[in-house]
């Protein structure tokens, strides 16, 4: 697959092992679209017949220096799990779900790696997430066959208000978790067959260069395979839409250390990259 897809300045694009970018629109001839929305939906296979003409492409640009947004800004679905790691139920006084703990983050709260958050109260949270990129159709897929229903992965910041989270009881998760711009993603989705091991990635948060997640993927208590078969099993999965995993242990709520304007937030993910997303009033 070799895919490493990405959205340059609103544009359709794929990385390259060197870290240039090249448009989609213009790599193709004109084949899969600009839109990075509407490039993602065209699926892995497309995508991967794309990545196959990298070689004979002169990029347009280095990554690193790029403007780069969400990959994929308006997923049909964005589903999210809760209580997905066991240190972070143990320090949220809450037992290990039995099945899946499944919320939405409203589309509308998407943005990219490197945007602002703009806190909208003094109880806003982060969460350093895994982030799924559904690349094919999927329904009823068994979980061994879950990985060829991925595109691919990337960073994922599930921003949270706690008070709005907890201001109705039973809590409720997903109009906290879906604020406008409470969803960083990025830098780059990256296909599965990229990584050593997908099921085992390093990730960690920093708040202003102070380590406060810190744990591994292979620590998740349902795992990829087994989410893509659970939501499958329920309802159909498109290409492009998104599931954030859950986060690790260490979350503001746990030590009532709530976000700030000003603060800088660092969110890493082996194989995948960093995103630096700063708080603003
Ligand atoms: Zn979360």
């Known amino acids: 697959m070799n895919i490493r897809f990405a959205n340059v300045g609103g544009r359709a694009a794929l990385v390259d092992p060197d870290g240039g970018w090249h448009d989609l629109e213009r790599l193709t001839g004109g084949d899969l679209a600009a839109d990075p929305t509407t490039a993602v939906r065209s699926g892995t296979d497309a ?5 196959g003409l990298l070689g004979s492409s002169t990029a347009d640009g280095s990554f690193r220096d790029a403007r780069i947004g969400p990959p994929v800004p308006e997923p049909r679905s964005c589903f999210a799990i809760g209580l997905n790691y066991g240190s972070h139920a143990a320090e949220s006084g809450m037992d290990v779900p039995t099945v899946p703990v499944v919320f939405t983050k409203f589309p509308s709260c998407l943005v990219g790696p490197t945007d602002d958050v703009s806190l909208a109260s003094t109880a806003a949270d982060y969460e350093v997430e895994l982030v799924v990129v559904v690349g094919r159709t999927a329904r009823n897929v068994p979980a061994e066959r879950a990985w060829d229903h991925v595109l691919g992965l990337t960073v994922g910041q599930d921003v949270s208000d706690r008070a709005l ?20 993603i990025g830098p780059v989705v ?60 260490g979350v503001g709520a746990a030590t009532l250390r709530f976000l700030e ?4 937030v660092t969110s890493y993910i082996e194989g995948i990259g960093t995103m630096h997303n700063t708080c603003v009033a």
């Open 165 to 184: 989270q907890f201001a109705a009881q039973p809590a409720h998760f997903d109009l906290g978790k879906s604020r406008d711009t409470y969803g960083p």
């Open 47 to 51: 995508l991967a017949t794309a990545a």
């Open 190 to 249: 990256v296909s599965p067959d990229l990584f050593d091991d997908p099921d085992d990635l390093e990730l960690w948060c920093e708040v202003n260069d102070e380590r406060r997640q810190h744990d591994r993927t292979s620590s998740l208590l349902v795992d990829v395979p087994h989410l893509v078969a659970y939501l499958s099993s329920i309802l159909t999965l498109h290409p492009g839409d998104l599931i954030f995993t859950g986060t690790p242990d």
């Open 261 to 264: 304007p000003g603060d800088r």
